[in-house]
């Protein structure tokens, strides 16, 4: 167990008293049994199954359950922090973790920060406690299976997969690529578009949020998985071929989760904390290293030579750039935010994304040839970090569009005539 101190230090970083124990939690669950397991889990790109029996254990998958449910709790800001934590020791625990909170953040933080009439809220709050049962009591695992290869998951256009309406539920038909946690969630949060007809148009506004159970009929797991990085969290393609779902099965009452979409914005920063803490664990790695004090190494010190102490301050600097924006943008998360403060949440998101890369690159480089053996995680790191950039709906590409677009148009202006 490595005895780090916090990414955040609490008194500097003014965290409240529930950040902190939470942020402690997971630190030490992460940094005494992650650690180890994440080579297993690399190696054989197989899912992190044991972690997740301790996150139950330790009460922690219900991290974003509402107190009155039973959870902990936590609000958008506070799981960010926590997560980056688990982030620090295991990536692809961190990231595949951060699928199955969304499914709580979503209905629990979010909704409840979001305008809803009587009987829409009284319909969520009977749907969801379902699901935080099933969570708090069986361990249940939620994936969050978006994406399809078009660009509905970049939010550009209705989601294909779809959900019949029937009599007693829907039928979904469709296909979710990079599907993390598939073969073993327990039930998948899956995006669709309601259709009222077999020939009705789909549109954006009938998107759905609902949970398959992964034991239902007509639910398929398929294609290899063999990435480069972030290899436990097995995104495989799910495929959904005819699956009934009954009308309690959803996660979110219909209509809600486009609005939430619309006004939650930082909510698709919630990819972002297990690469703050993948970024500070390739810090910690070169400082200990250039030490002489990494475990399983030689205690040869190398940090006497100006251009590691160099590096090392580049490293220092890109950290401290990217903690700092990130940590603002999630302080000043909330509903329908100004202009600014979304500019400010693609940039973070950008600075995170691109920035561990960077930050693992100058890793390797100035530790030299044997930091990179597979017999030490900075490889891993290294794999890990790159995936970040890849994923969206804000992957660096469309941050940066978004970002330039915002910076010289104003809502509805155009060049047109
Ligand atoms: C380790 C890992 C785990 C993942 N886990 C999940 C998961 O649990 N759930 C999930 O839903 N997804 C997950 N993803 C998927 C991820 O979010 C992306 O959807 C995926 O990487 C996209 O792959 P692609 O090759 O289709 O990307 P791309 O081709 O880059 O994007 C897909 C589509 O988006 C649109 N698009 C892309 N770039 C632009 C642009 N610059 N401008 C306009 N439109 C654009 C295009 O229509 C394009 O066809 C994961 C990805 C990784 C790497």
Not at 117 to 127: C, Q, S, T, V
């Amino acid at each position: 167990m490595y005895n780090d101190e916090p990414i955040f230090a609490p008194s500097e970083w003014k965290l409240t008293k529930q950040q902190e124990v939470l942020c402690l939690e997971t630190r030490q669950i992460a940094s005494s049994k992650f650690i180890d397991r994440a080579v297993k889990y690399d190696l054989e790109a197989s899912f992190p199954t044991e972690n997740y029996k301790d996150l139950h254990e330790n009460n922690l998958m219900g991290i974003c359950i509402p107190k009155k449910y039973g959870g902990r709790d936590a609000d958008l800001k506070t799981y960010m922090l926590a997560a980056s934590e688990i982030g620090r020791y295991c990536g692809a625990t961190a990231l595949t973790f951060n699928m199955h909170v969304s499914s709580c953040l979503w209905t629990g933080y979010l909704a409840d920060n979001l305008e809803m009439d009587d009987e829409k809220r009284n319909e969520h709050n009977n749907l969801r406690g379902m699901h935080y049962e099933r969570i708090l009591k069986k361990g249940s695992i939620y994936a969050q299976p978006f994406s399809e290869g078009n660009s509905s998951a970049a939010g550009k256009s209705a989601f294909g997969t779809t959900a019949l309406r029937t009599d007693k539920g829907w039928i979904i038909n469709g296909k979710k690529i990079f599907a993390s946690l598939s073969g073993h969630a327990n039930y998948y949060g899956v995006l669709c578009t309601e259709l009222f007809s077999e020939n009705s148009p789909p549109s954006r506004a009938n998107t759905m949020y609902v949970a398959v159970p992964s034991s239902q009929e007509g639910v398929r797991v398929e294609g290899e998985w063999d990435p480069l990085g972030m290899r436990g969290t097995v995104s495989r393609t799910l495929i959904f071929e005819n699956v009934f779902i009954p009308f309690n099965e959803q996660l979110m009452p219909r209509g809600i989760y486009y609005n939430a979409a619309k006004q939650w914005p930082h909510m698709f920063m919630t990819l972002t904390p297990s690469y703050v803490g993948l970024a500070q664990a390739c810090y910690d790695f070169t400082v200990r290293y250039l030490r002489g004090e990494q475990p399983g190494m030689p205690p040869i010190k190398r940090r006497m030579y100006p251009t590691k102490q160099l590096t090392v301050a580049q490293m220092k600097i890109i950290l401290e750039q990217t903690k700092a924006i990130w940590f603002q943008s999630i302080s000043e998360a909330k509903p329908n935010p100004s202009k600014d403060q979304i500019m400010r949440a693609w940039s973070a998101q950008y600075s995170v994304m691109e920035n561990v890369n960077e930050i693992a690159r100058l890793a390797i480089r100035t530790c030299g040839g044997q930091s990179m053996l597979k017999s030490q995680p900075l490889e891993r790191f290294y794999r890990d970090s790159r995936c970040g950039a890849l994923m969206l709906p804000w992957t660096a590409e469309l941050c940066l569009d978004m970002i330039g677009k915002g910076a010289l148009y104003e809502h509805g202006e155009s060049d047109e005539n």
